[in-house]
Nanobody, 115 residues
Framework: QVQLVESGGGLVQPGGSLRLSCQAS????????MSWYRQAPGKERELVAG????????NYADSVKGRFTISRDNVQNTVYLQMNSLKPEHTAVYYC????????WGQGTQVTVSS
């Protein structure tokens, strides 16, 4: 059974940091590109960051460049999103996605940035 399980979300103060994890199982993880999306209330789901299956090349939304870092561990079948200098506008549900022709989605983890 294919599973993508996100963790690491929660409440953090502005300027703080969080590290999200997505643990994958049930497919050949190393062959799949991985990405993080987010969806804020009343807004479309948007791409935050991606990392390729080949050479682990990364890409980021312009709004998070220099703040967020995506990485992957093909031994642990896990993709991470390190989020620094968080702002209230980063508040959203963050989703993990795997893609290799077919796509799989996790259930999401809530990130809330508030004083």
């Amino acid at each position: 059974q294919v599973q993508l399980v996100e963790s690491g979300g929660g409440l953090v103060q502005p300027g703080g940091s969080l590290r999200l994890s997505c643990q994958a199982s049930g497919f050949t993880f190393r062959r799949y590109g991985m990405s993080w999306y987010r969806q804020a209330p009343g807004k479309e789901r948007e791409l935050v960051a991606g990392i390729s299956a080949i050479d682990s090349d990364t890409n980021y939304a312009d709004s998070v460049k220099g703040r967020f870092t995506i990485s992957r561990d093909n031994v642990q079948n896990t993709v991470y999103l390190q989020m620094n200098s968080l702002k209230p506008e980063h508040t959203a549900v963050y989703y993990c996605r795997a893609h290799y022709g077919v796509q799989y989605w996790g259930q999401g983890t809530q990130v809330t940035v508030s004083s």
